[in-house]
């Protein structure tokens, strides 16, 4: 099995940064994808950003491609979120999930969830 245990959300104002962590631990596989959904309040689970763990290709939703970074430090087995020029629409419930493809960008075809961590951006 594999855990993921997202950590870092906090109460933050519009145009602040904030720096999400995912640690992974358990029995992990070959062609290890690793993504970031969010969901708001009355909204649909929607994707943020994807990481191939090996080769660290990345993906992201068009919505904070020019704002989020998804990065991986391979020997703490972390997945991190650089989330950057913050708005109150990024208000959400993080979330990170493990995958057996890389830059899958569709939430069903992710196998393993964390427990989400939450953001909210002031105005």
């Known amino acids: 099995q594999v855990q993921l245990v997202e950590s870092g959300g906090g109460l933050v104002q519009a145009g602040d940064s904030l720096r999400l962590s995912c640690v992974v631990s358990?029995?992990?596989?070959?062609?290890?994808?690793m993504g970031w959904f969010r969901q708001a309040p009355g909204k649909e689970r929607e994707f943020v950003a994807a990481?191939?763990?090996?080769?660290?290709?990345?993906e992201y939703a068009e919505s904070v491609k020019d704002r989020f970074v998804i990065s991986r430090e391979n020997a703490k087995n972390t997945v991190y979120l650089q989330m950057n020029s913050l708005k109150p629409d990024d208000t959400a419930v993080y979330y990170c999930?493990?995958?057996?493809?890389?830059?899958?960008?569709?939430?069903?075809?992710?196998?393993?969830w964390g427990q989400g961590t939450q953001v909210t951006v002031a105005s």
């Open positions: 358990g029995r992990t596989f070959s062609n290890l994808g």
């Open positions: 999930a493990a995958a057996h493809r890389v830059l899958v960008i569709f939430e069903q075809e992710y196998d393993f």
């Open positions: 990481i191939a763990w090996i080769g660290g290709s990345t």
